[in-house]
Nanobody, 116 residues
Framework: QVQLEESGGGLVQPGESLRLSCAASGTFSSINGMGWYRQAPGKQRELVARISRGGSLIYATSVKGRFTISGDNAKNTVYLQMRSLKPENTAVYYC??????????WGQGIQVTVSS
C-alpha cells in the first residue's frame, strides 16, 4: 500500500506564492512518475503538472511559467512551487503517484484558496 501525504496548502492573496509537498511512503517497487492534479468546485479533476522518473515534465497550459514541479527521488517527494497565484487557481490539489503497473495512487487532497 502507498500513502501520499500532502502539505503546504492554504489561503493566499492573488499574486502570492505557495509550495505544495507530497511525500510517498509505503510499499512500492518504483515510481513511473508523480504529479499534481486539481479539482475546482463544479469542475472535473485536471492535470496541473507531472514529473516522470526520468525527469520529463508536463504542465497544464494555464500554469506554464508560473508553476514548477520538482522531485526528490531519495525522499520519494514531489513539490509544486506555485507563483503569481490567481483566484482561478483555487481548488483542491491532489498528489498522484504512478507505479510501474496497476492503478495510480492518490493523496487525500489539499485546499488552495486564492482570494483577496
Amino acid at each position: 500500500q502507498v500513502q501520499l501525504e500532502e502539505s503546504g496548502g492554504g489561503l493566499v492573496q492573488p499574486g502570492e506564492s505557495l509550495r505544495l509537498s507530497c511525500a510517498a511512503s509505503g510499499t512500492f517497487s518504483s515510481i513511473n512518475g508523480m504529479g499534481w492534479y486539481r479539482q475546482a468546485p463544479g469542475k472535473q479533476r485536471e492535470l496541473v503538472a507531472r514529473i516522470s522518473r526520468g525527469g520529463s515534465l508536463i504542465y497544464a497550459t494555464s500554469v506554464k511559467g508560473r508553476f514548477t514541479i520538482s522531485g526528490d527521488n531519495a525522499k520519494n517527494t514531489v513539490y509544486l512551487q506555485m507563483r503569481s497565484l490567481k483566484p482561478e487557481n483555487t481548488a483542491v490539489y491532489y498528489c498522484n503517484l504512478d507505479p510501474p503497473y496497476g492503478d495510480s495512487f492518490w493523496g487525500q487532497g489539499i485546499q488552495v484558496t486564492v482570494s483577496s
